[in-house]
């Protein structure tokens, strides 16, 4: 009887030992990917694009779920050693009545050196202000969902192949690439 037992509990496999090899296939199929690839062949500015629909979709909902006012701030850079500058964004909170700093997992992040930067902000063109203390944010999320109109555009200075990259946020805090909308999609967003 005991070796009846133990021979029908030989034959299959237990879960903990499926949840294994299950887990060195994905283990194993996603340095696969990563090593054969990770480039969809994006340009420079598409992939600054993305990120930053990405992150503004993330900010997005964590001001509703929050119920927390966040804002966006682009600053121009110098890039040492050399006359150009760069723009760099990062989020920050409106708490007591001050801009100040969000977690970690809003990290302040700069486009590359050859890009430029258009925003509009209401409809209005927007330029950066150095003398305005302290600064305003240019894109602003409200915990009711609305958001400040704002649209970007990430120029980059080489033209080849590469096109202007345009996001648009709208009153209601819906967030497009403009890029990548399909005709249908941009008959709806206009």
Known sequence: ????????????????????????????????????????????AEEEADHFLLMTRFVSEQTVLDQEVLGLFWEPRSVSGTTQQQWCYRWERFRDQVWEATSDFLEERCLPEDMQLEVRVEGDEWQYDPRQDPPRPVLVFYPSGEATPYEMAIIPDRFGDAETQRVEVSMMGEVAWLNRLSEEEWERWE
């Not at 879960?15 to 420079?44: K, Q, Y």
């Open 1 to 44: 009887m005991r070796h009846a037992a133990l021979a029908q509990r030989q034959r299959g496999f237990t879960l903990v030992e499926l949840l294994v090899v299950l887990m060195i296939i994905g283990i194993a199929v996603a340095m696969a990917s990563l090593s054969v690839g990770g480039d969809d062949g994006g340009s420079p």
